[in-house]
């Protein structure tokens, strides 16, 4: 190549890096935030174990089992090994590719061919054997590899982020069916409890029935409230095994274990609501802590390095090649000094044309990118709105229990009163089972109330990333 081609090789490659240009740099995308919280108060749950809060060891045990077999939890494991697999992937581009070959042959050439030249003494039958170490390095000029390792690594970082964010909706999931099983529980003990009140003063009316003492009216008045409230004995029973059976599988646990064990929980009655909890620091910390938060904009940097990617497949590929080896018609001969080989090479390849493809796929890659930067808006969006609900829920279920305890406190003693002025002869029959009704709803209601607020909590801890 003469002085003059070698300083206009120079000279173009110069001008198709300026053209490339360097990408511009990502920057987290910013956002509107409220300044602060309405509240605040201390944090929690520091070391991440935020279900510590409810006090209940068997939550804690139930909730640690789930973290370590939940099916859930594992895929999304494994998708962390494997975008970590991909990065490095990616990441070999930056080294050299190194090959190593053999190869022997035997052939024969023709004698009727037209570049055969007779009687000059070269055999038409021999033997080729090879033996090369290969080594072929792309440069890097435009940015391509580089780009691909900025996605492929924010991609991995976003696996990570979605796995934390399943482990935290697990541990809230977990909690919250846990203490809904409790709650069944207690009220499934609390229509049990009812149901054997009513049959024993059932028995006893019907001695008076039968002394005519009560009128038959009065008698089946009580006959059916006793069926009715027994009635409601299955439907919970059946939603306490089916919200069992569902904990079950969140827990990791085999079919056989599904179909046949039973989570281990806490049998006591009229629990007190948990101490109410408020969001401290900032609330640019949720950015921080939600999972789901951070694996959307990792999504977002990851798609933009890919547009990146295919904007630099519009500029030349350049690869240098290179080998050394052995080549002998004889095999004793192959490692003589001779027999030896070597080569140098680059290959430059610079698109033309391809019919429109290279820029539609820079124009896709433009558009994924434009989704993924909706999508980060979305996460912050509903990350605020489902903070503001489990607030919201956390205040007014605490109300609804205190109301409902207030109620059940105020029904006892209605029930009390009715059956005093029952037994003087002053209120009918119909006027102790409204009394009894009323209170079994107070009872049942409360008792769903805490559960209400016990689900809030773990609601609450979800949305403010544990």
Partial sequence: MSPASRKLSVLGFVLLASCAGSPPRYEVPAVELPAAW???APRYAEDGKWWR?????QLDGVVEEALAKNADLVIAAARVDEARALTKVEESAFLPTVTANGSGSRQQISQRSPTFIPNVGIPTRFNDYRSTLNVSYEVDLFGRIRASVRAARA????SEAAREA???ALAAQVAKSYFTLRA??????????????QEDALGLQKKRFDAGVLSEFEYRQLEAETASIRAQLPPLERDREREEAALLALLGRNPREIFEDRVARRQTLNDEPTAPVLPSGMPSELLLRRGDLVEAERELAAVNARVDVARAQMFPSIVLTGGVGRESAALSNLFSGPAGIWNLGLALAQPIF????LQAETDAAKARQDAALAQYRKAIQNAFSETRAALAAQTRSREAYDAESARATALTQTLRLARLRYDNGIASQLDVIDSE???LAARSARIEALRAHRAAIADLF???GG
């Fill in 38 to 40: 309405k509240e605040s």
């Fill in 53 to 57: 809060i409810y006090g209940d060891p």
């Fill in 155 to 158: 991609e991995l970082e976003a």
């Fill in 166 to 168: 399943v482990r935290l």
């Fill in 184 to 197: 069944l529980d207690e009220q499934v003990q609390l229509t049990r409890d009812t149901v054997k009140l």
């Fill in 354 to 357: 391809a019919g429109g493809r």
């Fill in 437 to 439: 009704r009323g209170l």
């Fill in 462 to 464: 979800r949305a403010l």
